[in-house]
């Protein structure tokens, strides 16, 4: 018990360390502690749009607390736009927005609909009351500085005479809501001015900031710069990056950086964005699985379950399934979109008939070829498994077990090395070349 335990803190530790090479980031491991479960609440544009008052915010934080507080519900979300004056409709203002910003920069709320706000409270008030409920006080941003910062040049605070003209760009400003400009990572000012914003956020009271904008397309230097801000001021304020699509290529950065992301767009009630959930799933099941490299992924599953050639089985099955999981999807995906399936389909043929007679044909050379790939690269990854001591027991024949008792006689005997090495190899080969056999004769496509 106390080898296994070893060798999975060993593995861990190798993981870690390639991870952190790979992405080199600097990490806040707490983090992610703020929200180990999925946050549930309430957030105001579901009901209000973009023109919440305090008193509707107050009223659905009695109705939480009283109501669904013990079921784990706890957050209370002020959306968009909250330092807009003249907000009167629920959808965005676009025609003469009245923002309210203080001397450096910062958004503000607008004092006609959250009285409390006045003198300059902030958010503390409302804050206050939320958390008088036992629950959680956030609030939505915008990516980057506001563009009435920009033109009149307000100072940013901290930042030794910047002003906020000095760190903005045209470059990437959000398409749907012109409220702001991009912040450029690179330049004296940029993070003085995300850490200026949190230090304000950490004085009212919040708990939770949902930042739009930074998913699609994803920025990447504005995201680190949140995190930072949010790390130094010491407060535990959730982090929820919005809109989505997050790029699945980027989870491992998002993973890094944030609490929450999306990984589809707006997801509405009704069928088509239900479906979409079901296309978009997998590829981020299997990205959890594809961020390790293989041979330290399997490493770790024989450390945790024990040797044994069944063990080991099970090791290379958990790396193997997802990839070959992803291209018979792909595959499939393509199938049904063929002419011929939808002939099947307006001849009224069932959804049972289509799948196993039209779909499944056109997804055997896929199948096939990905198998008998997939099986070469699990008897190697077996055999390194066995080489390494993690494989099969002593007592069990072995090739990988072979070569490694082998190389110590290697000056004296090196056919002990050599058959066992080109057997993996025959075998190997002998799996491609039967792969490609296969697909010529069952591909209807090749007949």
Known sequence: MNKRITLFLITLLTVCGVQSQNNNQNRNADFHKWAETPPMGWNSWDCFGANVTEAEVKANADYMAEHL??????????????????????????????????????????????????????????????????????????????????????????????????????????????????????????????????????????????????????????????????????????????????????????????????????????????????EVCPKWCCDVLFAFPDILLAIAVVAIIGQGMVNVMIAVAVFTVPSFARIIRSATISVKQAPYVEVARSLGCSNTRILFVHIFPGTIQSMIVNFTMRVGTAILAASSLSFLGFGANVTEPDWGSMLSTGRNYLNTAPHMVLFPGILIFLTVLAFNLLGDGLRDTLDPKMN
């Open 69 to 278: 507080k013990d079921y784990g519900w706890e957050y209370i979300v002020v959306d968009i736009r909250w330092f807009v004056e003249n907000q009167t409709t629920g959808y965005y203002n676009f025609k003469d927005p009245k923002y309210v910003l203080d001397e450096y920069g910062r958004y503000m709320p607008a004092v006609n609909r959250f009285p409390s706000a006045g003198n300059g409270n902030g958010f503390k008030p409302l804050a206050d009351y939320v958390h008088s409920k036992g629950l959680k006080f956030g609030i939505h941003l915008m990516r980057g500085v506001p563009t009435l910062a920009v033109e009149k040049k307000l100072p940013v605070k901290d930042a030794g005479g910047v002003t906020a003209a000095d760190i903005y760009s045209t470059d990437w400003k959000c398409p749907w809501l012109g409220d702001n400009y991009t912040i450029v990572a690179d330049r004296p000012g940029a993070q003085e001015y995300y850490n200026s914003i949190f230090d304000l956020y950490a004085s009212w009271g919040v708990d939770f900031v949902k930042i739009d904008d930074l998913s699609r397309p994803y920025h990447q230097a504005e995201i680190e710069m949140i995190r930072k801000a949010i790390d130094r001021t010491g407060r535990p304020i959730v982090l929820s990056m919005s809109p989505g699509e997050t790029d699945v290529n980027k989870a491992d950065h998002a993973v890094g950086h944030a609490n929450m992301w999306r990984t589809v767009d707006d997801f509405w009630d009704n069928w088509p964005h239900l479906y979409h959930q079901f």
